[in-house]
């Protein structure tokens, strides 16, 4: 089941305590793009397909990563793609968009989204210890 575009960023901007929807639509395009580079295959393409299409099409059309990255430069990446954000800042956008993600998918798609990626990140989406 696909949310609509208007539920995921509400979450989002609730989550986030943003004062614009344009601001969590930002932190949404950055944190889905870096979390694509670090998918592959038939879970990618299952998040895809639970996400609203203008953020099914960032999670498939990642921003390139040599390597995966920690859950700390998973949050360093973010900081350095949105214009002003400190590390405190981007932890709060990454945090609001993964855990929006994570009740968007469920904890089947979820635990195979944790096993593609480093450890640690069942905490960015707000799931300790799912894995």
Do not use: K
């Not at 998918?105 to 989204?113: A, C, F, M, T």
Request: aromatic share 6%; charged share 20%; with cysteine.
């Amino acid at each position: 089941m696909t949310l609509r575009c208007e539920a995921f960023l509400g979450q989002v901007e609730e989550r986030g305590e943003y004062g614009t929807p344009e601001e969590a639509e930002r932190a949404a395009r950055v944190v889905l793009a870096l979390l694509g580079a670090h998918l592959v295959g038939d879970v990618r393409a299952q998040l895809a397909a639970r996400l609203p299409e203008t953020f099914a099409l960032i999670l498939l059309n990642p921003l390139q990563s040599a390597e995966p990255l920690s859950p700390e430069r998973f949050v360093r990446a973010t900081a350095a793609w949105i214009d002003g954000a400190t590390e405190q800042t981007a932890a709060w956008d990454v945090s609001a968009v993964l855990s929006t993600v994570a009740d968007a998918v469920g904890e089947n798609l979820l635990g195979q989204i944790l096993l593609q990626l480093p450890a640690g990140f069942d905490l960015l989406f707000g799931r300790p210890q799912l894995t």
